[in-house]
């Protein structure tokens, strides 16, 4: 079982570039989240959906979008990179309601860093 | 991650017990997580305890849950050195909510 899927891994872009991240989930979940994790700030809610063609802002959204066109997978972009945005990324999925304590399921992440 | 606070840092002696805890302020919560990320690692679930439950145990790992002061507790029995990580209490809710993680050291 895959689980949850992060590419890329790590990725250095420019201050202004931009770039996709990509999560797939091969759990059929409802819900997916994408989080941020700097640290002592522990971990930050960018963007979430609920179920394919819906997105919701979390905590942080500023300078993130997302897309949700398939189930499977849950986009996030960055329009034009900021060192700010120098992270952690965490994508996550779980069942809508508890299903097995309907815990989320976490990618390996992906590091990305903006000079 | 406001809603669910824990103590950031927490520094054991091999074979000590450590207990992290974790204080949540939504009373309908129905679920309550303890994750597990190891360095350079995602998120993985620990264990979880049901809401009309106080305690839970799982080998080496006691969850006491305390509804009336929203506090929840993980206690790890004989703390071993790959039991360093950072662990995170979260509470169910849409979206899940974690708390900012408590790191835990221990001193072989």
């Known amino acids: 079982n895959a689980g949850v899927t992060q590419t890329p891994k790590f990725r250095v872009l420019k201050t202004g570039q931009s770039m996709t991240l990509l999560c797939a989930q091969d759990m059929n979940h409802e819900y997916m989240y994408w989080y941020r994790q700097d640290p002592g700030m522990g971990l930050r809610l960018i963007h979430y959906?609920?179920?394919?063609?819906?997105?919701a802002k979390g905590e942080v959204p500023d300078g993130y979008n997302v897309s949700r066109l398939k189930k499977q997978n849950f986009l996030l972009g960055l329009e034009s990179a900021a060192p700010s945005q120098t992270s952690v990324y965490f994508c996550?999925?779980?069942?809508?309601?508890?299903?097995?304590?309907?815990?989320?399921?976490f990618g390996q992440g992906t590091r990305l860093t903006v000079v | 991650g406001e809603d669910v606070e824990q103590s950031l840092f927490l520094s054991v002696r091999e074979g000590d017990s450590s207990v992290i805890n974790c204080t949540y302020t939504d009373s309908s919560s129905t679920y309550l997580y303890w994750y597990k990320q190891e360095p350079g690692a995602g998120l993985q679930l620990l264990t979880y305890?049901?809401?009309?439950?106080d305690m839970k145990q799982d080998q080496r790992l006691t969850v006491l849950l305390n509804k009336k002061d929203k506090h929840l507790s993980l206690r790890i029995a004989d703390t071993q050195t790959g039991d360093s990580a950072i662990y995170f209490c979260a509470e169910r809710k849409t979206p899940l909510v974690f708390g900012k993680g408590t790191r835990l050291s221990v001193i072989a």
């Open positions: 959906s609920v179920g394919e063609g819906t997105t």
């Open positions: 305890i049901f809401s009309n439950m």
């Open positions: 996550a999925s779980s069942y809508p309601r508890p299903v097995r304590g309907g815990e989320a399921f």
